[in-house]
Every structure is written in structure tokens, then in C-alpha cells.
């Protein structure tokens, strides 16, 4: 892990009141770009060759002579010819030297890479850079290991192939698509070999996917992505926030279920298995009598990180869940990072977030106003990692 010491090096060398945001273009970063507009920020979205017109002309922002935005919400688009070069010496020092502070979402980690970020990445981080890996399945200290030395609820682990008994979800990294999931279900080691070996042939799941999966009971019931916020500068009210909750829509899963059972039973005859890529969210509440709960999930899953993660979560984090019969929750991944789903609050806000701040407060500008808190404390280093 790159020290402490020389991030706040670097950080010392900031112009902090001309200070703006970057992000890496992708997965969640027009909520980041939008909540930095809103608190006065100029933004630099980080584009990969290809892929960069939705940040550089189509979200590409207007200021008047005041320097007030009037469209748009992206500054600069910085153009790469792939994502990772953004670690190169040249291109972190201009992040550093035009004041850039960076936030991390998923695609940063899974374009850049973990060990890069934790090592090679000298540029200012809001957030928890060391629990960014917790995220990858699989490590000894991964979030799972985590949300059981917190004892927070999560589906019971099935530890090999021949032990299922019952609708168990395997989850995998699709073999193709780089960020996303190659999860399929079976009620049995039978259908657990046939779907494994029609999703290989068929290119979804490397042949040695099993050293990577992770098999658990599947819970039955609706899924709310808790997007939480954690504020250490607060001294006055509670440090933890509920911004806001949303849920996914999934390809082809979405598609599959619509459709009549009979036609579902005909499909899966065909081999044709659906996946759980994620292609876009919406938003939802709670029921207000288990917001209680919701916030116990999050108050546990700070203090671990406190424990286990010194300093611990700083700012946006997502506690994915599942709620069964009995209202009970099950977290069944983690995002310690601003959430894949948090574009549903962009502009608008959130009626958890709009209602605690009387204004309209997505992810992204909650984000920022942090930012814009720390400046003006002259605490902007306990917030950066």
C-alpha cells in the first residue's frame, strides 16, 4: 500500500481552492460529476478511445462568463487509449498538478487493477483505498471475512458442488465481459454440471471458473442496494446516512422472468440460461418499519471497518441485500465505494437523501459537499486516502 505520508505529500501541494473532481468515465461517474457541478466543482472524467462521447460531447458541459454551468456536467474529458494509462507518471502528475481529487468507483479497480491502485496510484483518493479490495471474492480478508467478524447476515456458504441441496447461486466473473457476472443457479450437483457446461461452451464461464466461484444459498425475495453514507468530519448529527436505495434491471434475467412459465421450462430445454449482466437501475423505499434494521446493517458494517480497516469507510458505501418471507435481510455483496446504482439519484436526488438534507442530495453531490465541507475546515486530509 502506498504510504499515507506521501498521498498527504502530494496532497500538501494542492491549490485546494481551485481543487476539482475526477473520475474514471464509466459505471458510476456522471452522479460524481453531477454532485460536483452542483457544490461548484469543476470535473475531469477519465474516457477510454471509444468510449468517450458520452462524457466529451454529449455530457460535455457549458459555463457562462461567470463561470456558472448552463449544461453539461463534464469539465474536461481526458482521453486515453485504454484506462490504465491513466497510471502513468505523466498522467498522474497532471492530475496533480491541475488539483484533481479522484474518487474511485468499481471501474476504476477493475480497469486499473487492485494492486495498482493500492500501490502505484499517487494521486489523492477520496475514500477508503485499503478496503477497496475487500471487494475481490475470494481473499482472505474479502468483505465476506468481513461482514462475519461483524456478525451481519449473509446467505449461508455451500462449499462445494456435490454439497448442493437446494437453489443455490454460483457466482462467477463472466469470462467475456470484464465487469461482469457469470452467476447461473442449480438446485443440485446434476443441474450444476449441465449449466456450468453449457455456459462454458457457450463462453460465458472459463473452463477453471470453479477456483474463483463463490456458491450460496439462494435467498428468495425482493433486492434493495442500501446506499449508505459515512461522514467522519460530523459533529453535530449521526455520521451515518441513508441516501438512498435502488435495485437492478438484469440482461437476460429481466427478460426471462417476464415471460410464462411454460415458455421458461421450453428455454431452458433450448440451453439457454439466462445471465445477470447489469444494464441499469431503478429506484426504490423501504417500508419504514425496517428501516431500523437498515441502518443496524450499516451501523455494524462501519464499526468493522473501523476495527479491521483503520481508518475504516470514509463517505459512500452500498450494502447489497436481499429480504426474505420474514423481512429478515441478507447482504450478499458489498461496494465499499459510491454504488453501481446511484445514477438513479443524479440531479434528482433521493427521498432519503432530499428528505435529511431539504434539498436535492444524490450520491454524487453528498459526495461533493463533503469535499466542499473538508476544503473549508482545513480537513480535507482526513477524508483522503
Known amino acids: 500500500m502506498i504510504s499515507r505520508d506521501e498521498v498527504l505529500a502530494n496532497l500538501g501541494r494542492y491549490n485546494q481552492k481551485n481543487a476539482r473532481i475526477g473520475v474514471l468515465a464509466s459505471h ?158 442449480a438446485k443440485d450437483y446434476e443441474q450444476y454440471q449441465q449449466k456450468s457446461q453449457e455456459l462454458i461452451a457457450q463462453g460465458v464461464l472459463d473452463t477453471d471458473f470453479e477456483k474463483h466461484a463463490r456458491m450460496e444459498q439462494y435467498i428468495i425475495g425482493p433486492v434493495f442496494n442500501l446506499d449508505f453514507f459515512y461522514d467522519p468530519l460530523e459533529e453535530k448529527g449521526e455520521k451515518l446516512e441513508l441516501l438512498g436505495i435502488d435495485w437492478r434491471f438484469e440482461s437476460s434475467l429481466d427478460g426471462y422472468v417476464r415471460l410464462p412459465a411454460k415458455q421458461q421450462v421450453e428455454l431452458e430445454e433450448d440451453s439457454i440460461i439466462p445471465e445477470y449482466t447489469v444494464c441499469g437501475h431503478n429506484s426504490a423505499t423501504l417500508r419504514e418499519s425496517l428501516l431500523d434494521k437498515a441502518f443496524a446493517l450499516g451501523e455494524k458494517y462501519v464499526k468493522a471497518t473501523q476495527q479491521y480497516y483503520r481508518p475504516g469507510i470514509i463517505g459512500p458505501f452500498c450494502l447489497q441485500t436481499c429480504v426474505d418471507k420474514d423481512l429478515n435481510f441478507f447482504i450478499y455483496d458489498v461496494a465499499p465505494r459510491i454504488g453501481g446504482g446511484t445514477n438513479v439519484h443524479m440531479s434528482v436526488g433521493h427521498p432519503y437523501g432530499n428528505t435529511l438534507w431539504r434539498t436535492n442530495m444524490s450520491t454524487g453531490r453528498r459526495l461533493a459537499a463533503e469535499i466542499r465541507k473538508a476544503i473549508a475546515t482545513e480537513r480535507l486530509e482526513e477524508i483522503i486516502t
Open 28 to 185: 458510476s461517474s456522471l452522479d460524481t460529476c453531477d454532485g460536483a457541478v452542483s457544490e461548484g466543482f469543476h470535473t475531469l472524467a477519465v474516457c477510454q478511445q471509444g468510449r468517450e462521447r458520452t462524457f466529451a460531447n454529449y455530457f460535455k458541459s457549458q459555463r457562462d462568463a461567470a463561470g456558472n454551468v448552463i449544461r453539461g456536467v463534464v469539465d474536461e474529458a481526458m482521453i486515453l487509449p485504454k484506462f490504465n494509462d491513466l497510471l502513468t507518471p505523466s498522467n498522474q502528475q497532471y492530475l496533480m498538478d491541475s488539483n484533481t481529487l479522484f474518487v474511485p468507483n468499481r471501474s476504476f479497480v477493475a480497469y486499473c487493477g487492485i494492486d495498482q491502485v493500492e500501490n502505484d496510484f499517487k494521486v489523492p483518493m477520496v475514500g477508503s483505498r485499503n478496503l477497496l479490495r475487500s471487494e475481490e471474492r475470494g481473499g482472505d480478508r474479502d468483505y465476506y471475512w468481513l461482514l462475519k467478524k461483524a456478525n451481519l447476515p449473509y446467505p449461508k456458504k455451500v462449499d462445494k458442488p456435490e454439497d448442493i441441496d437446494g437453489l443455490t447461486i454460483i457466482k462467477v466473473h463472466h469470462h467475456v465481459k470484464k465487469l461482469e457476472r457469470g452467476f447461473f443457479t
